[in-house]
């Protein structure tokens, strides 16, 4: 089994950029695409990405999706901060041995 | 659009049982793969089951296999989770989730019903 380690929590300002990383423990992160999830308080989650960098109708082209093969790791770029960001975000991925992981989530504050 | 609904959460004894459903609407509910996911208080997600859109794959996670069953009526646009031997540790809040298309990513996401496993 993999896993996908995210960092616990980030902050950053209003108007900012901020980048969530998502890395994956063994097999290659290009070989299985990832997908984003934003989950504000007291919520269900939503999709803000999905098959690495696609968003789904309404999520604002300030989120983007990356993979880097190099650090065998995902990310999550939010530009042009808003307070409304403020959510918790996982990561998730998959292989033929495990349908569905998650990440352990990033709180991302905006101060 | 998409909507699904999720009911039958409640409180429940250490090994008794509950089934949970998920009325879909909005969407073919037969073309799409289906997810549970749950999420303990104040915890991360975790993936608990996914059912081929045709209901002819099921997969668990280890932590509820030979516990739990995911199923689902075409024919009523619903699916359900049928749990069993419930334990402490399974109390959470329960989401469905529609599939993205290749049965491996929930994509879209009901609002969740809580499940209380408690004496």
């Known amino acids: 089994n993999f896993m996908l380690t995210q960092p616990h929590s980030v902050s950053e300002s209003p108007g900012k950029t901020v980048t969530i990383s998502c890395t994956r423990s063994?097999?290659?992160?290009?070989?299985?695409?990832v997908q984003w999830y934003q989950q504000r308080p007291g919520s269900a989650p939503t999709t803000v990405i999905y098959e690495d960098n696609q968003r789904p109708s309404g999520v604002p082209d300030r989120f983007s999706g990356s993979i880097d093969s190099s650090s065998n790791s995902a990310s999550l770029t939010i530009s042009g901060l808003k307070t409304e960001d403020e959510a918790d975000y996982y990561c998730?991925?998959?292989?033929?041995?495990?349908?569905?992981?998650f990440g352990g989530g990033t709180k991302l504050t905006v101060l | 659009q998409v909507q699904l609904v999720e009911s039958g959460g409640g409180v429940v004894q250490p090994g008794r049982s509950l089934r949970l459903s998920c009325a879909a609407s909005?969407?073919?509910?037969?073309?799409?793969?289906m997810h549970w996911v749950r999420q303990a208080p104040g915890k991360g997600l975790e993936w608990v089951a996914v059912i081929w859109y045709d209901g002819s794959n099921k997969y668990y996670a280890d932590s509820v296999k030979g516990r739990f069953t995911i199923s689902r009526d075409n024919s009523k646009n619903t699916l359900y989770l049928q749990m069993n031997s419930l334990r402490a540790e399974d109390t959470a809040v329960y989401y469905c989730?529609?599939?993205?298309?290749?049965?491996?990513?929930?994509?879209?996401w009901g609002q969740g019903t809580m499940v209380t496993v408690s004496s």
């Open positions: 989730a529609r599939d993205c298309g290749n049965g491996v990513c929930p994509h879209i």
């Open positions: 909005g969407f073919t509910f037969s073309s799409y793969g």
């Open positions: 998730q991925s998959y292989d033929s041995s495990n349908p569905v992981v």
């Open positions: 063994s097999g290659s992160i290009a070989s299985n695409y």
